[in-house]
Every structure is written in structure tokens, then in C-alpha cells.
């Protein structure tokens, strides 16, 4: 996958993957879906890139054991203390405004 490749570009390929996997497994569709509780078209949906809902989607890869894939869409993003001191800009006191019995 490219990023230039369209959006069904990139749902077709990912669908083969998950063919493949499917097939390294030696599974066939029906029992992917049994074993993962969804319905056999979302396991034929997502394998041709026509895409099911998200939940599903986890479904099938927690039972192909590749629910590390979704972990790669959002990694964890920590942040540094250090950083955050470095950023931090130093404090500005508050200036006296002239009150009505200055005038």
C-alpha cells in the first residue's frame, strides 16, 4: 500500500491480507465467523474490500490472533515531563491597573 493508493485501493488490500492470513490459518470463512461470532458476510465483506463495522473488524482479528494491527493505527503517545518543562514559558506577574482613587 502506497499513500497514493484510493481509499478502495486500500480496503481491497487489506482484505487480501486478511484472505491470506485466513488461509495461513487453514480456516475457511464459515469457521472464521463462527469463531469469532460474526456474521459470515462480514467476514466475505472485509475480505473483499467492502468493509463491515469496526466491531467486527476486531472480532475477526483477535481471533486471527492480529489484534496488534489495530495498535499500529494509534500508537501510544507519551509525554515528556522534560519536554513539557522545556515548553512551559516562565510566568508574567499581573500588572496594577489604576483603580478610581488613583485618577
Known amino acids: ?3 497514493s493508493d484510493t481509499s478502495e485501493e486500500i480496503e481491497v488490500a487489506f482484505g487480501q491480507q486478511l484472505r491470506n492470513l ?3 490459518r487453514n480456516i475457511d470463512q464459515r469457521q472464521l465467523a463462527e469463531q469469532a461470532g460474526v456474521a459470515l458476510n462480514a467476514v466475505k ?6 468493509g463491515a463495522t469496526f466491531t467486527s473488524l476486531v472480532k475477526i482479528l483477535r481471533t486471527l490472533g ?3 494491527w489495530l ?3 494509534a500508537p501510544t503517545v507519551g509525554i515528556s515531563p522534560i519536554q ?8 508574567q506577574r499581573a ?3 489604576k483603580g478610581l482613587s488613583d485618577v
Open 71 to 73: 495498535k499500529t493505527l
Open 1 to 3: 500500500m502506497q499513500s
Open 22 to 24: 485466513r488461509l495461513r
Open 66 to 68: 492480529r489484534v496488534d
Open 95 to 97: 500588572s496594577k491597573t
Open 84 to 91: 513539557m518543562l522545556k515548553a512551559k514559558q516562565p510566568r
Open 45 to 50: 465483506n472485509l475480505e473483499n474490500g467492502r
